[in-house]
């Protein structure tokens, strides 16, 4: 945002340090907690940055696993203010567009990562979106219907099932409790 004051002065107001959007902590959340929309695709220089924001309110964030096909190169630790961020990765169990944020409490969120070179308007609305605890659909469809010029509402996970087998409130929370015990026990893979 640029702020002109007369013709020889140009201010530059500073952007916010992170730009990220939860799901209220006080509603039942779908299938992703909110969004993060960093500014590279530098997990060095993106997730200090990221936990500041988390650390507060959240609880100490501990490790990240993300999927390597948005994200260049993940190193095995990251150093952010006081501590450091293990990185694990997974390519067929975790949506690319998509970081798991653990901390020491133990909590998990899952959160939308939208790409950096997104404008700031469908930015704002894949945010919203991905915030929005009616959202169950995968990270990847709300990208795609973003992209294909659709608005980029709330998905339901009966979006992508046939009627005859869309999930109940009990399923879908029997569901969410077999992906928390999944990654709690899932090894960390190294990279390459």
Same mark, same amino acid.
């Given at each position: 945002m640029?702020?002109?004051?007369?013709?020889?002065?140009?201010?530059?107001?500073p952007?916010?340090?992170?730009?990220?959007?939860?799901?209220?902590?006080?509603?039942?959340?779908?299938?992703?907690?909110?969004?993060?929309?960093?500014?590279?695709?530098?997990?060095?220089?993106?997730?200090?940055?990221l936990a500041?924001a988390?650390?507060?309110?959240?609880?100490?964030?501990?490790?990240i696993?993300?999927?390597?096909?948005?994200w260049?190169?993940?190193?095995?630790?990251?150093?952010?203010?006081?501590?450091?961020?293990?990185?694990?990765?997974?390519?067929?169990?975790?949506?690319?567009?998509?970081?798991?944020?653990?901390?020491?409490?133990?909590?998990?969120?899952?959160?939308?990562?939208?790409?950096?070179?997104t404008?700031?308007? *469908?930015? $704002?609305?894949?945010?919203?979106?991905? /915030? @929005?605890? !009616?959202?169950?659909g995968? &990270? #990847?469809?709300l990208?795609? +219907?973003?992209?294909?010029?659709?608005a980029?509402?709330?998905?339901?996970?009966?979006?992508?099932?046939?009627?005859?087998?869309?999930?109940? *409130?009990? $399923?879908?929370?029997?569901?969410?409790? /077999? @992906?928390v !015990?999944r990654d709690?026990? &899932? #090894?960390?893979?190294?990279? +390459?």
């Open positions: 640029t702020t002109t004051l007369d013709r020889a002065t140009t201010l530059t107001a952007e916010p340090a992170t730009r990220l959007s939860l799901t209220p902590s006080d509603v039942r959340r779908g299938r992703l907690d909110g969004a993060w929309w960093p500014r590279s695709r530098d997990l060095l220089l993106e997730v200090p940055s500041a988390l650390d507060g309110p959240w609880g100490r964030v501990t490790r696993t993300v999927n390597p096909a948005q260049p190169v993940i190193p095995r630790r990251i150093p952010v203010t006081g501590h450091i961020v293990h990185a694990g990765w997974f390519t067929t169990e975790q949506d690319e567009h998509t970081i798991a944020v653990f901390s020491y409490a133990p909590r998990r969120l899952t959160l939308l990562v939208v790409p950096p070179e404008d700031a308007t *469908d930015a $704002a609305r894949l945010m919203a979106a991905a /915030a @929005d605890p !009616a959202n169950t995968p &990270a #990847s469809a990208l795609a +219907a973003q992209t294909s010029g659709g980029a509402g709330p998905t339901s996970r009966s979006d992508f099932l046939p009627s005859a087998v869309a999930p109940s *409130d009990e $399923a879908g929370e029997a569901g969410r409790r /077999a @992906d !015990a709690r026990a &899932a #090894s960390w893979p190294v990279p +390459a």
